[in-house]
């Protein structure tokens, strides 16, 4: 499976973007699939998930701002941002899980 993210760029504070994630593949289902992020400071941050049958987890970092959706069958999953902060500012990363993959990243940067 091969992961594509887009939607990243800049943005200022308080404002919105909406990340998505592409995924070619030939397997009817992935099993789950989410979004990491990388600091400026090379921090590695776990941030959201979706399951095959829907269920949504978030780090207390960005939950109630950020919304996870899609994946699964659908193969395409997405991520709407809310509310950014310039701490949020990191390429974010997607990923697979079974099969497992990872994208290469789109960078979302937060002005103040």
């Known amino acids: 499976v091969q992961l594509v993210e887009s939607g990243g760029g800049l943005v200022e504070a308080g404002g919105s973007l909406t990340l998505s994630c592409a995924a070619s593949?030939?397997?009817?289902?992935?099993?789950?699939m989410g979004w990491y992020r990388q600091s400026p400071r090379n921090e590695r941050e776990w941030i959201a998930q979706?399951?095959?049958?829907?269920?949504?987890n978030y780090a207390d970092s960005v939950k109630g701002r950020f919304t996870i959706s899609g994946g699964s069958a659908k193969h395409t999953m997405y991520l709407q941002m809310n509310s950014l902060k310039p701490e949020d500012t990191a390429v974010y990363y997607c990923?697979?899980?079974?099969?497992?993959?990872w994208g290469r990243g789109t960078q979302v940067t937060v002005s103040s």
């Open positions: 990923y697979s899980e079974s099969p497992s993959a």
């Open positions: 593949t030939t397997t009817a289902f992935i099993n789950a």
């Open positions: 979706i399951t095959r049958g829907g269920s949504t």
